[in-house]
Antibody, heavy 118, light 107 residues
Framework: QVQLKESGPGLVQPSQTLSLTCTVS????????VSWIRQPPGKGLEWMGV???????DYNSAIKSRLSISRDTSKSQVFLKMNSLQTEDTAMYFC????????????WGQGVMVTVSS | DIQMTQSPASLSASLGETVTIECRAS??????LAWYQQKPGKSPQLLIY???SLHTGVPSRFSGSGSGTQYSLKINSLQSEDVASYFC?????????FGAGTKLELK
């Protein structure tokens, strides 16, 4: 069945770079898009960016200058890199997929909590 | 970006009661709307897509309706397992945007 699982460091120092991995199973990255979505503690959801099935990317304009999303289809992994982290980047980070031809997130990872603190 | 205004922010209801959560978009989103349920410490789970289509496996007490800029999620006969936060998401226009959420508690 379709599964997504995020991994990465739980603690990042201010001004440093965050690197997260989303490992997927039960789906092909060449026929599904994968987005990164984050949720600060006790707050709502923010779409960060997407890597499309063709490998193209789009980013939220609010964080576009700091964000990069890439993938390794052979390993079924999607990567997020965000630089210049600040305390307001503290959040639960989720990856989620949209099936080809649909526009809603039908499968989500469990999430990984990232705290930005010195 | 399309703004999604969700109300109420919190809601307290009794078992068996019917509850309604609203989402208003800043412009017409032509039924490009999904509803998600999120339990504490868990990831969001899809309930409704295309404003009124029930996702596979979701109990029929959940329903979605609306059009244009106004949408709602209704839960009939509230069950204890429905205690959660609920979010709307518009996907009509890029970028996807979410409502701020509604926290549903038992009275």
């Amino acid at each position: 069945q379709v599964q997504l699982k995020e991994s990465g460091p739980g603690l990042v120092q201010p001004s440093q770079t965050l690197s997260l991995t989303c490992t997927v199973s039960g789906l092909s990255l060449t026929s599904n898009s994968v987005s990164w979505i984050r949720q600060p503690p006790g707050k709502g959801l923010e779409w960060m960016g997407v890597i499309w099935s063709n490998g193209g990317t789009d980013y939220n304009s609010a964080i576009k200058s700091r964000l990069s999303i890439s993938r390794d289809t052979s390993k079924s992994q999607v990567f997020l890199k965000m630089n210049s982290l600040q305390t307001e980047d503290t959040a639960m980070y989720f990856c989620a997929r949209k099936s080809y031809g649909t526009y809603y997130f039908d499968y989500w990872g469990q999430g990984v909590m990232v705290t930005v603190s010195s | 970006d399309i703004q999604m205004t969700q109300s109420p922010a919190s809601l307290s209801a009794s078992l068996g009661e019917t509850v309604t959560i609203e989402c208003r978009a800043s412009e017409d989103i032509y039924n490009g709307l999904a509803w998600y349920q999120q339990k504490p410490g868990k990831s969001p789970q899809l309930l409704i897509y295309n404003a009124n289509s029930l996702h596979t496996g979701v109990p029929s007490r959940f329903s979605g309706s609306g059009s244009g800029t106004q949408y709602s999620l209704k839960i009939n006969s509230l069950q204890s397992e429905d205690v959660a936060s609920y979010f709307c998401q518009q996907y009509y226009d890029y970028p996807d945007t979410f409502g701020a959420g509604t926290k549903l508690e038992l009275k």
